[in-house]
């Protein structure tokens, strides 16, 4: 994602997780790297999603990046 759209997604994923009590550490990542960093999950939009899919973080794809329900509907997902 781009540097506006990727501070988004970390914005409304830090909302979601400052209600539900989490305590994380949310990066920005460009797409070349992001298949290659060490993380619990990567959050991004479905065309990286389907590209990033298979490699070792499982990838969450986000259609709405301002979308606080799905983000939080996604992410509860992913914990389960």
Known sequence: MGFGSSMMLKMTIE???R????KAD???SDFS???SEKA???FTNE???RQLAGGTVP???IKNIADTKEVREK???ALQ
């Open 75 to 77: 992410l509860e997902a």
């Open 19 to 22: 209600e539900k009590g989490i």
């Open 47 to 49: 065309e990286f999603g």
């Open 40 to 42: 619990d999950f990567i």
């Open 59 to 61: 990838v969450v794809a």
């Open 15 to 17: 909302k979601v997780l």
């Open 26 to 28: 949310v990066q920005t």
């Open 33 to 35: 790297t992001a298949g």
